[in-house]
């Protein structure tokens, strides 16, 4: 069972809005806090928001008051709400936990899924 599914993505033009989603095994939704994580053309991948086991968010100086992420626990899904898309937030968009550790969060390497890509016009 490939452990994290992301989709969502598109083409959409600036100022627009999309809906990404991410269905994780149940090992990987329950106990953790989870995160998107985007990578951008010729860039390190950056963590853009996480949601904690309590629900509580945090979110990138570049996406705060832009997106927001949520989780259904029934159903093992975590979503990440973007509007008033800008084109620098063209990336390949990846869900995965959120460890702290060293004074950062680190995803787990070994679980990345395909990613959904996310390009916005200008």
């Known amino acids: 069972q490939v452990p994290l599914v992301e989709s969502g993505g598109g083409l959409v033009q600036a100022g627009g809005s999309l809906r990404l989603s991410c269905v994780a095994s149940r090992s990987f939704f329950v106990g953790n806090t989870m995160g998107w994580y985007r990578q951008a053309q010729g860039k390190q991948r950056e963590l853009v928001a996480r949601i904690s086991l309590s629900g509580s968010t945090n979110y990138a100086d570049t996406v705060k008051g832009r997106f927001t992420i949520s989780k259904d626990n029934a159903k093992n899904t975590m979503y990440l709400q973007m509007n008033s898309l800008k084109p620098e937030d063209t990336a390949v968009y990846y869900c995965?936990?959120?460890?702290?550790?060293?004074?950062?969060?680190?995803?787990?390497?070994?679980?990345w899924g395909q990613g959904t890509q996310v390009t916005v016009s200008s």
């Open positions: 995965n936990v959120a460890t702290w550790y060293a004074s950062t969060w680190l995803p787990s390497d070994g679980s």
